[in-house]
């Protein structure tokens, strides 16, 4: 009788832990989306640095081992390109130079220096001369990288209002 | 909206929790007496998931919550289908896993202080090779594979610890832009040690580390000459190791139709499709089916014995499960700001994925079946603690020194956000 008893309960228990299963797992894929859309918000994990916008690697070419297609950077208070070590995006090629340039955040809003680089910065292909502002969906080309500038719609926002 | 997203990974646990007490309780009313092990094994592991997520988010809180969740339900549905197996087993798997929790906080520790781990390739070739070297001077043999040795009464098998190792010596190799010349020592040293574990009869680590080599070195060459070449060399040695290594030939025959002798070479095989089949989408029932009948149920098996008592359904979310631990390795890994880093959490991810795929994929008569673990599943004590250490050393990729106040600016931009949303 017992027997028949656990059959029952262990046959009708079958369908609680699909359900407890799919529960976790819905939960958790839900949980991953939401964390991305606050990081892409620039709300990134808790202890990270606030950033104003992502400077993505739209294209690389080869021969630079620091830098790849697809890398995204946050854009934090002040991002310094070049190629030795102690600066925030390196780029290892001989063209770029040392200090090449910087992008900085003043006011919320996104600037981009040239700091006297041999071959130059391009914004939207013309040559940066003198600090100029950078706004959603503006291609920065150094050396061998292109950049492409992306801030999100509720960083945006925030802006304006 | 920190308070919202909170609230998704605590459902996550309490999920989890309610699962595992479930399972448990359910095994303490098979027997006639109430089985207050079954009970006290409910409580224990349940609190022990409590106290390591505690720990967890208040201690570490730059690591991925997702991940462990993950390994907590994936290790409770192998608690239980252990104790249901062998209440024994279950009881030391649960000590593994704590082992395990333990060594992967004390990682997640020690990588806030270490730079500079990527200095050292010889040190970590040498001490590779020669933990891969030690079963064979003082080893035992079990399950067809000499890749065991005896510490003070428990047996270790050094190939799941030299994983690490073999990740870290590669990336250490591999994080700079190297000239073919340059990359010989690397060659060599993976070359030595798939050798090695050939000679070991071990080979679905072999398979395992290889294929781990070959991400690791395409994600960072981009040069598919390299992956072309190692692949028709593997492809060349394997087809040579096919006709003259006779137990290769054994597994071979026995994926391609193990009923031709399925009361021997297709016997594990065999076992494992019948309760695959037997147990159907929604599985026998806990306790109701007969996995025991399973060739090493507990331990390479233990996905076919989980198909037939929770059911297939489940069996495919367990899948489900792997994938977005490994994806979630990915992601990390291309959020990392040095290629060093990025090639770790690669490496684990791989290693992690493809160990899972080699023995899931055995045990469905997907590839032809070699003898690995179930990543946090199986029981096992090296398995388990040194899977711990990969997703370890995977985590420790997003810890960098902690930033120095601007909390509050975050949580306001935080606030903002939720209400646009």
Redesign the interface.
């Known amino acids: 009788m017992?027997g028949d008893l656990?059959?029952v309960?262990?046959?009708s228990?079958?369908?609680?832990?699909?359900i407890?299963?799919?529960?976790?797992?819905y939960?958790?894929?839900?949980?991953?989306k939401?964390?991305y859309?606050?990081a892409a918000?620039?709300?990134a994990?808790?202890?990270?640095?606030?950033s104003y916008g992502i400077l993505s690697v739209v294209e690389c070419l080869?021969?630079?081992?620091?830098i790849?297609a697809?890398?995204?950077?946050p854009i934090k208070e002040r991002n310094t390109i070049g190629r030795s070590r102690d600066n925030y995006i390196i780029i290892d090629r001989d063209d770029v130079s040392k200090q090449h340039a910087v992008v900085y955040v003043e006011d919320k809003k996104i600037y981009i220096e040239d700091m006297h680089s041999k071959n130059g910065t391009f914004v939207n292909g013309k040559r940066v001369r003198k600090v100029t502002r950078i706004r959603d969906g503006d291609s920065i080309a150094i050396g061998p990288v292109m950049f492409m500038v992306k801030i999100p719609a509720?960083i945006k926002?925030?802006e304006i209002g | 909206?920190?308070y919202?997203?909170r609230g998704?990974?605590w459902?996550?646990l309490t999920?989890?929790i309610?699962?595992n007490l479930?399972?448990f309780i359910?095994l303490a009313?098979?027997s006639?007496p109430i089985d207050d092990q079954a009970l006290h094994m409910a409580i224990f592991t349940s609190a022990v998931y409590v106290i390591s997520y505690i720990i967890m988010i208040s201690f570490f809180?730059?690591c991925d919550k997702?991940i462990t969740?993950?390994i907590f339900?994936l290790s409770s549905i192998g608690f239980i289908m252990l104790y249901r197996l062998d209440a024994q087993t279950a009881i030391r798997q649960v000590q593994w896993f704590m082992l395990g929790i333990s060594a992967f906080f004390v990682i997640l520790i020690l990588s806030r202080y270490m730079r500079g781990l990527d200095r050292y390739f010889y040190i970590y070739a040498v001490v590779s090779v020669a933990l891969l070297l030690l079963p064979m001077l003082i080893g035992t043999i079990r399950g067809g594979a000499k890749n065991w040795i005896e510490v003070g009464g428990y047996t270790v098998q050094p190939s799941e610890f030299v994983k690490l190792l073999f990740i870290l010596a590669t990336a250490s190799i591999l994080?700079?832009?190297r000239s073919m010349k340059e990359l010989l020592p690397l060659m060599a040293f993976a070359a030595i040690c798939m050798g090695i574990l050939v000679l070991e009869n071990d080979l679905g680590t072999m398979v395992i580390y290889f294929a781990v080599f070959v991400i690791m070195l395409y994600v960072a060459t981009?040069n598919i000459i390299y992956v072309l070449g190692s692949l028709i060399t593997a492809g060349a040695v394997g087809y040579v190791a096919y006709l003259t290594l006779g137990h290769v030939r054994t597994r071979v025959e026995a994926w391609l139709n193990p009923w031709a002798d399925a009361t021997d070479r297709g016997y594990q095989i065999v076992q494992s499709l019948i309760a695959i089949g037997s147990g159907g989408w929604?599985?026998s029932?806990?306790?109701?089916g007969q996995p025991y009948i399973i060739p090493a149920a507990k331990t390479d098996f233990i996905f076919a014995a989980i198909a037939e008592e929770?059911?297939i359904?489940?069996a495919v979310?367990i899948i489900?499960?792997y994938f977005?631990l490994i994806y979630?390795g990915m992601k990390m890994a291309?959020?990392a700001?040095d290629?060093f880093n990025a090639l770790i959490a690669i490496g684990a991810a791989a290693t992690l994925g493809f160990q899972t795929f080699v023995i899931i994929g055995g045990v469905i008569k997907l590839i032809p079946l070699t003898g690995v673990t179930l990543p946090f599943v199986s029981y096992g004590g090296s398995s388990m603690v040194a899977s711990f250490m990969l997703v370890g050393i995977m985590q420790s990729t997003v810890i960098q020194p902690?930033?120095s106040g601007?909390?509050y600016?975050?949580e306001i931009?935080?606030e903002?956000?939720s209400e646009?949303?």
Do not use: C, H
């Open positions: 017992r656990y059959e309960t262990a046959l228990s079958r369908y609680i832990f699909i407890l299963i799919y529960i976790i797992l939960r958790t894929i839900k949980g991953i939401m964390e859309a606050l918000a620039g709300v994990k808790p202890s990270m640095e606030p080869d021969g630079v081992s620091t790849w697809g890398m995204e950077f509720a926002n925030q | 909206m920190t919202r997203a998704r990974a459902d996550v999920a989890i309610i699962f479930a399972g359910l009313f098979k006639s809180k730059q997702y969740l993950l339900a994080k700079e832009k981009s929604l599985g029932g806990l306790g109701l929770f059911g359904l489940i979310a489900a499960m977005i979630r291309l959020s700001n290629p902690k930033p601007e909390v600016e975050k931009i935080g903002r956000y646009s949303y």
